[in-house]
């Protein structure tokens, strides 16, 4: 890997995060040959990178990385669409086929003038197990893309995903 292309360097308590554009590479701290190697390998990391032409602006984005990593995420748009996802399945639930039939996805019904059918059938599931995995996956993959782009921005991919699955199918 170039040194210009280190975007992230981050020591735990067992290894040494290496973050790079092609990915991220974890470093095991009991495989260095002494326990203060891996600081001595950041150290040097940062010493080179700063060599470079460029080298103040990339420590720049690098500290930039580090402080939106430590900084805890709000996930407002995370929790907001679980609680939809939980509050149309407990209506699913409580009303009957009556919601699911409401909301579901049709084609031919959205282009006849029910187009509210391309929000509400992304939050509709088929039963208990769908309903866990996708919240589980929101609360994962959502929570890590909003603490990445912030709520906003988040939202709006969100929001661009469910109207582009549903779109997809019109077509």
Request: charged share 15%; net charge positive.
């Amino acid at each position: 890997t170039a040194y210009a292309d280190l975007t992230h360097l981050a020591l735990g308590r067992r290894t040494l995060r290496v973050g790079t554009r092609a990915g991220v590479f974890l470093f095991a701290r009991k495989l260095f040959a002494s326990p203060d190697a891996p600081e001595a390998l950041v150290r040097a990391l940062i010493a080179r990178v700063a060599s470079e032409p460029t080298g103040s602006v990339q420590l720049a984005r690098m500290a930039e990385v580090e402080e939106t990593a430590r900084q805890p995420g709000s996930q407002r748009m995370t929790r907001v669409l679980v609680f939809a996802c939980l509050a149309a399945f407990a209506l699913q639930v409580w009303l009957g086929p009556g919601v699911h039939h409401a909301g579901f996805f049709s084609a031919m019904l959205a282009a006849r003038g029910e187009p509210w059918r391309l929000i509400t059938a992304n939050l509709l599931h088929a039963g208990p197990t769908h309903l866990a995995f996708n919240v589980l996956g929101l609360l994962v993959l959502g929570g890590l893309l909003e603490h990445t782009i912030g709520s906003m921005r988040a939202a709006l991919v969100a929001g661009l995903a469910a109207l582009g699955a549903t779109c997809a199918g019109l077509l």
